[in-house]
């Protein structure tokens, strides 16, 4: 997610289920010894606060910060709907899964612990990166991270090499990309739809330099043919997955900028209002059922 401004803030959207107190918990006790200094405001921004959250079927251990330009401070609520549509696991072998904009990482985290092969992207901040590898550790799983700013050319060597370190896989490109609440910055779809393209591309001719080579093992070959089924249909990689459960008014226009850069877009049917998005000339086989 890059750094911008935006009229669009948490307190537009539903707030997740929180264990322990909430995000937005008010404490009906107003007295004088509650209330915090500014020094202790700051040191909590700074350090932040460990909260425990039912994300979909699993309770996660979270540090939000107390403040963040991009808003990947914070836990957002829609990623645990696109979590639900995940949350069986995998096909076999995993498909090698890039999120971006992971925010504080506890989508990465959820698909890590079900056997997603997943590396966490956001803005290239090293706040951001740092809080992701602290919610990785508390919850006990690997940190493979790519800091990525939208618009700018995406790492694809640093992402090979994260791929590389999951370990139980030789194809070390993009099948599934997965997002969600990252469209609250309508002056950025122009550079997400560019970093979208680049991995679409990229992930493509990849994987056709591999068939054409015959480097591909045959479990990863029969996987790449197949795709990923998603409520009956199969959509071929790499297709990119993504929550809009919140529409901005600003949604239909990032819709309308990805269809013209070559994407279709795919409306599930399931009630948490996630999308599938393929691409007409970067996918291996057309959606079918």
């Known amino acids: 997610m890059a750094t911008s401004s935006s009229n669009n803030t948490r307190e537009d959207f539903d707030p997740p289920i929180v264990l322990g107190g ?25 350090l932040g606060q460990q909260k425990s959250f039912l994300f979909a079927d699993l309770n996660l251990e979270v540090r939000e910060l107390g403040y963040s330009a991009t808003n990947a401070a914070y836990v957002w609520p829609n990623g645990g709907r696109l979590a639900t549509l995940l949350s069986s696991g995998p096909p076999r072998p995993s498909p090698l899964l890039l999120e971006l904009g992971s925010g504080t990482g506890i989508l990465s985290i959820y698909l890590r612990r079900k056997g997603w092969h997943v590396v966490s992207s956001d803005y ?17 799983v690997p940190h493979h991270h790519v ?5 700018t050319p ?11 370190a999951i370990g139980d896989t030789t194809r070390h490109d993009v099948d599934v990309v997965a997002a969600s609440d990252i469209l609250l910055y309508a002056e950025q779809y122009d550079n997400l739809v560019d970093s ?3 991995l679409f591309r990229h992930a ?35 297709v990119f997955l993504l929550n809009v459960a919140r529409r901005l008014k600003s949604t239909p226009d990032f819709f309308a900028k990805m269809e013209r ?16 998005i393929t691409h007409t000339r970067f996918n291996s086989l057309a959606p079918h059922t």
């Open 22 to 46: 909430g995000l937005f918990a008010q404490d009906d006790d107003d007295s004088d010894d509650d209330l915090l200094s500014a020094q202790e405001v700051e040191e909590e921004a700074r």
């Open 124 to 140: 290239d901040e090293a706040a951001i990166e740092e809080n992701i590898a602290h919610n990785c550790r508390l919850n006990d």
């Open 147 to 151: 800091p990525h700013t939208w618009g």
């Open 154 to 164: 995406f790492p694809f060597d640093l992402l090979r090499a994260r791929f590389a």
């Open 196 to 198: 979208l393209g680049q």
């Open 204 to 238: 493509h001719e990849a994987k056709l330099a591999r068939r054409r080579e015959k480097e591909c093992e045959e479990g990863a070959a029969a996987a790449e043919a197949e795709g990923l089924v998603v409520e009956g249909t199969r959509y071929g990689y790499p």
């Open 261 to 276: 850069a070559g994407f279709e877009i795919h409306h599930l049917r399931d009630v948490g209002s996630n999308v599938a």
